[in-house]
């Protein structure tokens, strides 16, 4: 059995997926960087003009998708749907590609080129480096599974 009681740290409650994903983003930046010194068709400036737009753009769409995800819950509560927490992982992907395909629309970047350049920084970042952020968080779990089970995870907060 894996048990997970690592939060909170002294009197600090960790935000163990925020810190994930801020991870995620900054391993898809070293990516990108990596390719440029490797010779890639693309400049520093611009992944570092890409991060700019697609960070913020990814966050806004996560949130937007997660309020229409839970709109029963926030068409009872409007207040939350700024002040609240929630994004979605699909949200972040979409809409950091959406806004740096706005982005590649107004400069020399060929938005197809840099999809293929950084796509499998983005599969490692979401699908390892994001996923080991929710079992940390406890927020994707599958169904209940015995506790004697080798396999089993324990969340005690």
């Known amino acids: 059995m894996i048990e997970i009681g690592i939060d909170p740290i002294a009197f600090l409650s960790v935000r163990w997926y925020g810190i994930f994903v801020t991870l995620a983003i900054i391993v898809i930046i070293l990516w990108l960087v990596w390719q440029v010194r490797r010779g890639a068709n693309l400049s520093y400036e611009t992944v570092f003009t ?35 927490g929630g994004l979605t992982a699909y949200g972040a992907v979409l809409g950091a590609a959406l806004g740096i395909w706005i982005y590649s629309k107004f400069s020399k970047l060929q938005f197809g080129y840099f999809a293929d350049l950084v796509a499998p920084a983005v599969i490692v970042a979401q699908a390892v480096i994001g996923r080991i ?21 324990v969340y005690t907060h």
């Not at 960070?55 to 749907?81: E, F, K, M, T």
């Not at 952020?133 to 995870?153: F, H, K, M, Q, R």
């Open 50 to 84: 890409a991060a700019l737009v697609g960070i913020p753009s990814g966050i806004v769409l996560a949130r937007l998708l997660h309020v229409i995800d839970l709109w029963d819950y926030y068409s009872q509560n409007l207040g939350q749907i700024i002040g609240g």
């Open 133 to 153: 952020g929710c079992t940390i968080n406890g927020c994707c779990y599958g169904i209940e599974a015995p506790t004697w089970l080798p396999w089993s995870v």
